[in-house]
């Protein structure tokens, strides 16, 4: 995801078992679509990581210091990349909750919200 034009991932390593069973797609990914992957995103610093006898992860390091890991065990190379493009799209910001609702000075055009127009049935 961009922000202001700029794209929020820094860096992306992929770590992998040269050997290992669950790096197949990995290795996979490596060899036929990571410099595809790296040429279309030219700012993004793209590494490829050996990780003897470990589990293959995607890890991303974003602008505002976050880092972001996703688990590769077992998963295709088209499985692979859809992780990659989904850290490359993220912001790599915290996800906030909002335990109050959101209250404007200023009232909604469409009326107040009631759950009777949600689910289309009248209320006493």
Not at 27 to 54: I, P, Q, T
Request: net charge positive.
């Amino acid at each position: 995801m961009s922000h202001r034009g700029v794209l929020q991932l820094k860096s992306l390593v992929v770590r992998y078992c040269p050997h290992g069973g669950s790096s197949r797609g990995a290795r996979e990914f490596v060899r036929d679509k990571f410099a595809a992957f790296a040429e279309a995103n030219a700012s993004v610093d793209c590494r490829a990581e050996l990780g003897r006898g470990k589990h293959p992860v995607v890890k991303g390091a974003y602008v505002w210091g976050e880092d972001k890991v996703a688990d590769g065990r077992n998963l295709s190379a088209a499985e692979i990349l859809k992780l990659a493009e989904g850290l490359r799209n993220t912001s790599g910001r915290k996800m906030k909750r909002f335990d109050k609702p959101v209250l404007s000075m200023t009232p909604s055009i469409q009326g107040p919200a009631s759950a009777s127009r949600k689910l289309g049935v009248k209320l006493r």
